[in-house]
């Protein structure tokens, strides 16, 4: 009887496990779907360059910092920077690892009616692009934390994200879990240098 029970209670959560994903998948690829087919096609240009600018920033910026704090001896700044590299860099291997893990293919590959409208070779769940955005983004606004450096930092990690679905090579899913993995990494960046300094504080 015991058994019985047990059986069909485990298939009772395999069926509405089954069908909950069903639902998140429909729901995902109805609003790329949406995003897609009726964006304002004088933008593409727009966010093809904002989603090209995601390497560039996410590289130079910890440079800049780096450089400038040697300038002017700035070990405070330094250290800023050296967090903010560390944490693209977490950002970048946890999103390239989960990429080859997960293996989800392309939006555009499944499904025909999405304009791809960008470069995409690598597997697409999360999004790298957003997830070194919202690292970047993050990671300064932790070390510089004014509104002006916040506000801009997020309206583009946001437009990035954005851009990854208006250009149909993402699905909202990806772009979630890319800036929860970038702004994830850039906090355990954060956390894991303090630990040190702290252990290593004389």
Known sequence: ???????????????????????AQNLDINLLK?????????????????????????????????ACSRYKKDSTLQSKAIIIGESILISAIVSSSLKYIVNRPRPFTKYPF???????????????????AFATATS???????????????LWAGAVGYSRMHLGVHYPSDVLAGAIVGAGAAYLSQVLNKKFLKRNKF
């Open 114 to 132: 999405i304009e791809k409208l960008s470069n995409a070779g690598s597997p697409s769940f999360p999004s790298g692009h957003t997830s070194d």
């Open 140 to 154: 300064l606004s932790l070390a510089f934390p004014k509104w002006y450096v916040i506000t801009p930092a997020y």
């Open 1 to 23: 009887m015991l058994a019985h029970k047990m059986k069909t209670f485990f298939l009772f959560l395999f069926c509405a496990s089954s069908v909950s994903f069903s639902v």
């Open 34 to 66: 949406s995003i897609n087919q009726q964006r304002n096609k004088l933008l593409d240009n727009s966010f093809k360059l904002i989603s090209s600018s995601v390497t560039p920033i996410s590289v130079a910026t910890p440079l800049a910092l780096f």
